[in-house]
């Protein structure tokens, strides 16, 4: 296009360009940046408004800080008594307090020691009731109040300035919140699954789909070899036939193979196996194609040089052809990898005993963030967990992959 | 190169007193196989479904006609003998062995090898990390992918993993697995298996050997199609039995009324599909006429008021038919979404500037990252409450006059209004990257001196992309059209993972095909109408298919399919 241009105009295309693919990077990667600190998150700092990328814990600070002992004291933000904002550390959360009602204004609360004020003996009927009226102190000023409630509630001490305190109701106060990742996510959600310890069995379906993944693609990359080097270097009846059909195959969606293939597994007694999200799955057209496509292109001398020297076929293809084949092998894994690891709709109809021995990644994320879904920021650890190792591998592979999309059109 | 083969040395066992044994195998086979016969039709064994007995009635007749074939060929060195022989030995012991593997519970172990793996897990990765480095350290530090590499590094990597394989047999304790096997090879049957495995091995493995196809004069071309067919067959046994079969027989199941169970089976013709298809129209006086004015057994699908008059159409299947309404919706919004950014940044991103690389990498990751993932993640930022979508939109009313929005947070999921335009939204952002690079791929057949002459004539950016770009990539534009339409076709995970209150809602306002068919086969275990239903949508997806192979056939295909 014309960015090899110069001058003024050419600049601010480029600029305006750039602009664009940032503003759709940023579109793409802010799903992933939520996620991530999503399941860094404490499950009560996922549902605060408005929502933030940073994961927050209620703030504390050292015990000696304000001249206690003990645990860490926690931290509240409210506005002091000239509304300007401030930090409080709670010193006692049990102090006995009053809360006293001015006479020009009931609504108003003026929180105060319990034994603050003085009876200036008048009394008041409020609601029926005969009140004492106290001249109690309001920022300073003296003022006429009722003494509306007795309660317990927290003194605080000023994380500035120790020396200065209030008194104030602690179901007033928000709590103050620092950057506090969860680390524990990852553990809670790894670990068995434990009503009790919160344990989600994100773990056993990890062990489950490294294991199928494994051995989806190390099958996949057998059959395939073989299938591919036998449309592409031997001549055998049938060959166009047979390949025409395979062709043909992949015309034909999953879903018509669900049914069929499910009462397969029922007769076999694979249901509810591990067994039956491999082997279905180790045979692939795709892949077949893929490496007749590249063993066609190693030029047929290599092959007969060593035919000549009296390698059976089967010792060419392993010493010879796939060595040479290296990158298409990798192009094959790269896909299988993909493909096992993110499948979903057959694990859900296969495997559906809710036995989470048997479940795979896929299947227990969709369970854990269902619509029943509770515990959030575990339901994100695992969701993290599970779209890592494909993303590592996207980006590792990167070349096969850009590359081999582009000219195969797999999906 | 020396590349002898060297595989283990064969007894040499006289070509004549060998074929001589095999074919007394195959008379073996022959008794075996009437033997079988007999037993598989014997009546009164109900615990056998039907269609596992005809499999096995007729499985049994192949073998023994193969067997007697076989037999009387290779008594008499017949010439195709050699050839028969090998195919009935190599299916023998491919059926035998899965049967053997089957009975030891190999398959099904593979679960329980989980639970071993479980305890293992760290052990089995210092495995997998020592083989990739085996794997990897020659072509790190050698250009030449023939060249060994260095010995030393690799000899580490093998190291590793034997060392973590000790490790990985101790932490996964396999006693239990061993015990369990033992306890089944010594049942006869069992045992049987494993006879009939052996000796089909054998013989396969005898009447390969080059100075046996001698003996049989056995010509070139034949020998050229049985080590086509050796190298194909685990390919195509894996084709047969997980895609041919099963394809024929859903087409067989989509004319029975099927149950999972076996009771409840009985062929119904072309009524699945007459059921899943049907439509009634009828006139009615009163707006909103209920399922009173239609044929028996029609429901109320919509209400339409054309010409001044009330018209009710019913369908048999209502959901089937609104799922149909919605899949088409999505397509026609989910397919642009999907494809016009691909168009537009693949543009930009075929210009070479600095950094295009890194971007395209970005604009892939949503489409390798797994769809559950992304679907978890998409229902948190349209959360009503919290969510980042309604934030944003609010925080955006303050700066932009022209957004106005709602006083409340909008429930975008579990509206009836919005609920499939999220989905649109969620699909689209997964599938724009793959798109893109698909486009990539159209450009590079552009020709450059395309864009040099317009620059000459001083055209302008939009006109390069309107005149030049577009035009130069319709077929990769038609061709990116097809594969997401037949991909947006099978929507099913995001609606299964964000629809509320329950899959398809709510009301209905998401329901896809595939999800009416999983709801058929797998809630309502119909098998028989679902298969119907998969039929129906299979020639759907198949208008599209055929219409992106005609296109491939007719024009030059710079849609980067070869």
């Known amino acids: 296009m014309s960015v090899r241009r110069k001058g003024p105009k050419a600049t601010a295309i480029r600029v305006a360009t750039y602009v664009l693919l940032v503003c759709v990077a940023v579109v793409v990667v802010f799903p992933f940046a939520v996620a991530v600190t999503t399941a860094f998150k404490r499950n009560t700092d996922i549902f605060t408004y408005p929502p933030s990328l940073v994961p927050k814990k209620e703030a504390t600070i050292p015990a000696a800080d304000v001249g206690l002992e003990g645990d860490p004291v926690p931290v509240y933000s409210f506005p002091d008594r000239d509304d300007r904002p401030g930090q409080w550390a709670l010193v006692d959360g049990d102090a006995s307090l009053a809360e006293f009602r001015p006479l020009d ?177 180790a045979f692939t057209a795709y892949g077949t194609f893929l490496m007749r496509q590249f063993f066609l292109g190693i030029p047929a001398e290599i092959e007969e040089a060593a035919l000549l020297d009296g ?49 795979v990644l896929s299947l227990t994320l969709s369970t854990l963030g269902g619509r029943s879904s509770t515990d959030t920021n575990l339901v994100f650890a695992g969701t993290v967990l599970a779209m890592t190792p494909p993303i590592l591998v996207f980006l590792f592979a990167q070349r096969y992959f850009v590359e081999n999309s582009a000219s195969s059109g797999l999906k | 190169m020396g590349l002898r083969d060297r595989g283990p040395r064969t007894p040499r066992v006289a070509v004549d007193t060998g074929v001589q044994l095999v074919t007394a195998w195959h008379l073996v086979g022959v008794a075996a196989g009437i033997v079988s016969m007999l037993l598989a039709s014997r009546s009164g064994d109900d615990a056998l479904p039907a269609v596992i007995k005809l499999f096995m009635q007729v499985f049994s007749i192949a073998v023994t006609v193969a067997h007697l074939a076989a037999a009387y060929g290779t008594f008499r060195r017949m010439r195709r003998a050699r050839t028969v022989s090998l195919v009935t030995n190599y299916l023998l012991f491919v059926v035998s062995g899965s049967a053997l593997l089957h009975q030891l519970g190999a398959f099904t172990g593979i679960g329980k090898f989980g639970t071993g793996l479980n305890k293992a897990f760290l052990p089995f990765m210092v495995i997998v990390v020592g083989l990739l480095w085996v794997l990897v350290a020659g072509q790190l530090l050698s250009k030449n992918p023939l060249a060994a590499g260095p010995n030393g590094l690799r000899r580490a990597g093998w190291g590793l993993a034997a060392l973590a394989s000790v490790w990985f047999v101790i932490a996964a304790d396999p006693s239990g697995m061993l015990s369990m096997i033992g306890d089944r090879i010594t049942q006869p049957l069992t045992l049987g298996t494993l006879a009939v495995a052996l000796c089909s091995g054998a013989a396969t493995r005898f009447m390969w050997q080059r100075r046996v196809a001698v003996r049989f004069g056995t010509s070139a071309a034949e020998e050229q199609t049985l080590s086509g067919l050796a190298f194909l067959s685990p390919n195509l046994i894996g084709f047969t039995f997980f895609f041919a079969g099963p394809l024929l027989f859903s087409l067989v199941v989509s004319f029975f009324e099927w149950k999972t169970t076996g009771t409840g089976r009985s062929f ?42 009330n018209w009710v159409l019913g369908a048999r299947d209502v959901e089937f038919w609104i799922s149909l309404r919605n899949i088409a919706i999505f397509l026609v919004l989910a397919v642009p979404a999907s494809v016009l950014p691909a168009l537009v940044l693949s543009s930009i991103l075929a210009s070479r500037l600095p950094g295009m690389k890194v971007f395209r990498a970005i604009y892939f990751i949503p489409s390798v990252a797994g769809v559950i993932g992304v679907a978890i993640i998409w229902g948190q930022l349209f959360q009503s409450t919290v969510g980042w979508i309604n934030y944003l939109i609010l925080r955006a009313g303050e700066i932009l006059p022209f957004v106005d929005p709602p006083a409340e947070g909008h429930p975008w999921v579990s509206s009836n209004s919005t609920a499939l335009l999220s989905m649109v939204v969620v699909f689209a952002w997964m599938n724009f990257g793959f798109n893109t690079v698909l486009y990539l791929a159209g450009h590079q057949s552009i020709p450059k001196e395309l864009y040099e002459a317009a620059d000459i004539d001083g055209a302008n950016v939009w006109q390069v992309f309107r005149r030049i770009t577009v035009p130069q990539l319709r077929n990769t534009t038609f061709y990116v059209l097809i594969t997401t339409s037949i991909l947006a076709l099978q929507l099913f995970d995001i609606v299964w993972i964000l629809s509320t209150p329950e899959p398809g809602g709510p009301n209905n306002a998401t329901t896809t095909p595939v999800l009416a068919l999983y709801e058929e086969a797998f809630q309502g275990n119909n098998q028989g109408y679902a298969s119907a239903l998969a039929w129906v949508l299979f020639l759907i997806i198949f208008g599209f298919t055929f219409a992106q192979f005609r296109q491939q056939k007719d024009g030059a295909t710079s849609g980067g399919v070869s």
């Open chain 1, 105 to 281: 204004d009931l609504e108003r609360v003026i929180v105060l020691d319990v034994k603050a004020g003085e009876k200036t003996g008048e009394t008041i009927s409020i609601d029926g009731e005969e009140e004492d009226v106290y001249l109690v102190d309001d920022g300073g000023a003296q003022v006429e109040a009722y003494r509306s409630r007795l309660t317990s509630g927290g003194l605080f001490v000023s994380v500035d300035d120790p020396s200065t305190s209030v008194l104030d109701l602690v179901n007033f106060a928000t709590p103050a919140r620092e950057f506090g990742p969860r680390f524990s996510n990852f553990t809670e959600v790894l670990a068995e699954k434990d009503p009790e310890t919160n344990g989600k069995g994100v773990g056993r379906s990890l062990t489950n789909t490294v294991l199928v993944t494994i051995l989806v693609v190390l099958g996949q990359i057998i059959t395939s070899i073989l299938g591919g080097y036998a449309f592409a270097r031997v001549q055998f009846k049938g060959r166009s036939t047979i390949f025409l059909m395979y062709l043909g195959s992949v015309m034909i969606p999953f879903v018509v193979l669900i049914i069929p293939l499910f009462q397969l597994m029922l007769q076999v007694n694979w249901r509810d196996n591990l067994v039956a999200l491999i082997i279905p799955f």
């Open chain 1, 311 to 359: 390698a059976s076929r089967s010792t060419i293809l392993w010493k010879v052809m796939v060595p040479l084949a290296r990158p298409a092998i990798a192009t094959l894994a790269t896909f299988g990898f993909l493909y096992a690891w993110n499948s979903f709709f057959w694990p859900l109809v296969i495997i559906n005993s809710g036995n989470p021995d048997n479940a």
């Open chain 2, 268 to 309: 119904v013709g072309i009524d699945n599909y007459v059921r899943a298809l049907s439509l009634d129209i009828s006139s009615s006086d009163v707006a909103n006429a209920g399922n009173e004015v239609l044929k028996p057994g029609y429901q109320v699908l919509m209400h339409l008021d054309w010409f001044g008059q």
